[in-house]
């Protein structure tokens, strides 16, 4: 069975007492222990939270993700953050790709492939997020662009690095718009991405996750989780609310 991950991106929201009182009211003492669960909480907001969950009692196994990094290991990059910065600060995953950063932040192929290849070199673990804008869906481009955005990644790293990392497929459309994929939607492009994985390493199918993402709610997660290609979620909004989060987390 392949793992089951569910990652809460909080994008660039909280306070530091938002944050420490969410992290209060989360709870996932009851879930499954093989459930992966992580929260990204912006650069600055890393390391209280690593501390506040290592001294919780009921939260200890939620790990931590950062939102970015730099692809350079270190030098003269005003702004950035390292991969290395980030494990030393107890960092598990690293979010790159993610469509905001593609689009607002102007984020190519090559740049998010040099990320993942920089986040495993820290021996972290990449997200590696994939997805497509209404336009591109609308002229029947989902799957030609999901699977340029992935092979990008593929050869860069190779087979030996994507099996270190989690596929987030995350359609842009879908993303903070309150619109979900339907499961149907979203396992076609799932299916489309575990046959790209198949053709490069049959195991690498089988063990890889690939994780949905776009307005991820406690409704819609148990449908969307049941799909067999869909092993766990990337969630915006709903990650930010207590008892939301923990509602998708006991889906998964
Ligand atoms: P929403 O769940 O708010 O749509 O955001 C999804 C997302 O971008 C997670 O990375």
């Not at 007492?17 to 929260?39: F, N």
């Not at 950035?80 to 192929?109: C, K, T």
């Not at 029947?140 to 190779?158: D, M, P, S, W």
Request: proline share 3%; aromatic share 4%; glycine share 8%.
């Amino acid at each position: 069975m392949r793992r089951r991950v569910v990652i809460g991106n909080w994008k660039m929201h909280g306070s530091r007492e938002s944050i420490s009182e969410l992290l209060a009211t989360i709870d996932s003492s009851c879930l499954d222990p093989a459930i992966e669960i992580a929260v990204c909480p912006t650069s600055l907001h890393i390391a209280e939270v690593v501390e506040q969950l290592s001294k919780s009692s009921k939260n200890s196994r939620i790990a931590v993700g950062a939102q970015n990094v730099c692809d350079a290991e270190s030098g003269a990059f005003t702004g950035e953050v390292s991969a290395q910065m980030l494990a030393e600060f107890g960092v598990r995953y690293v979010l790159v790709g993610h469509s905001e950063r593609r689009e607002l932040y102007g984020e190519s192929d090559q740049l998010v492939a040099a990320k993942t290849a920089a986040t495993i070199s820290s021996g972290l673990t990449p997200v590696v997020c994939v997805g497509e804008t209404l336009a591109q869906r609308q002229e029947g481009k989902t799957e030609f662009v999901v699977l340029r955005q992935l092979n990008a990644v593929v050869q860069q790293i190779g087979i030996e690095g994507i099996e270190k990392c989690i596929v987030a497929y995350e359609p842009v459309w879908a993303i903070g718009t309150g619109e979900t994929a339907s499961p149907a939607q979203a396992q076609e492009v799932h299916a489309a991405l575990r046959n790209r994985l198949q053709q490069l390493d049959a195991a690498l199918a089988e063990t890889t996750p690939i994780l949905y993402g776009g307005s991820v709610k406690a409704s819609n997660a148990a449908d969307l989780f049941a799909q067999p290609d869909i092993d766990g979620g990337l969630v915006g909004g709903a990650s930010l609310k207590a008892e939301e989060f923990n509602a998708i987390c006991a889906s998964a």
